[in-house]
C-alpha cells in the first residue's frame, strides 16, 4: 500500500462530492506501482474546474528528500460519476506516466519542480503542465 501523509477529506456542502475515495486512489497508485508520493489531500471544489493537481518538488539539498503532493478536488454531485470516469480511463494513465518520470532521483529532471493540473469543462478534458 502506498505510504504518504494523509491530510484528509473535508466535510462538503450539499450538493458537492469527492469523485472518488481514498482506498481506490490507493489501489490505482499500487496497481501502478507508484511509491513516490509523500503526501494527499482531499479539497473543496475550485472555481477552475480543476479535478486534481500533482505538485512534485526536488531535493532541495543534500539527502533532502521530493515531494509530490497530490490534491484530489471535489466537483458538483451532479458530475461525480462522470468526472470518476475521465479520472480513470485519462487522468491517471497521464499522471502515472508523468510521475514516473521522476522515480529515479538520478535524473535531471527529478531535482527540478514540477506541477500537472487536470481540468474538466463541458466534458473536455485539459492538462496543463508547468
Not at 462530492?17 to 482531499?42: C, H, N, W
Not at 539527502?63 to 497530490?70: R, T
Not at 470518476?84 to 535531471?108: G, M, N
Amino acid at each position: 500500500m502506498a505510504e504518504y501523509f494523509y491530510f484528509g477529506r473535508p466535510k462538503l456542502p450539499r450538493g458537492y462530492s469527492y469523485p472518488m475515495k481514498r482506498g481506490e486512489l490507493d489501489r490505482i497508485l499500487d496497481a501502478s506501482q507508484v511509491v513516490s508520493v509523500t503526501s494527499v489531500a482531499f479539497c473543496g471544489c475550485p472555481d477552475d474546474h480543476r479535478v486534481l493537481e500533482a505538485n512534485y518538488w526536488g531535493p532541495r539539498r543534500k539527502h533532502a528528500e521530493h515531494g509530490l503532493q497530490l490534491w484530489i478536488c471535489a466537483v458538483s454531485s451532479q458530475e461525480r460519476h462522470v468526472v470518476h470516469d475521465t479520472l480513470l480511463e485519462k487522468v491517471f494513465p497521464v499522471l502515472v506516466t508523468w510521475i514516473k518520470t521522476f522515480d529515479s532521483l538520478a535524473t535531471t529532471l527529478s531535482q527540478t519542480d514540477h506541477s500537472i493540473r487536470f481540468f474538466i469543462r463541458d466534458g473536455n478534458l485539459d492538462v496543463q503542465r508547468e
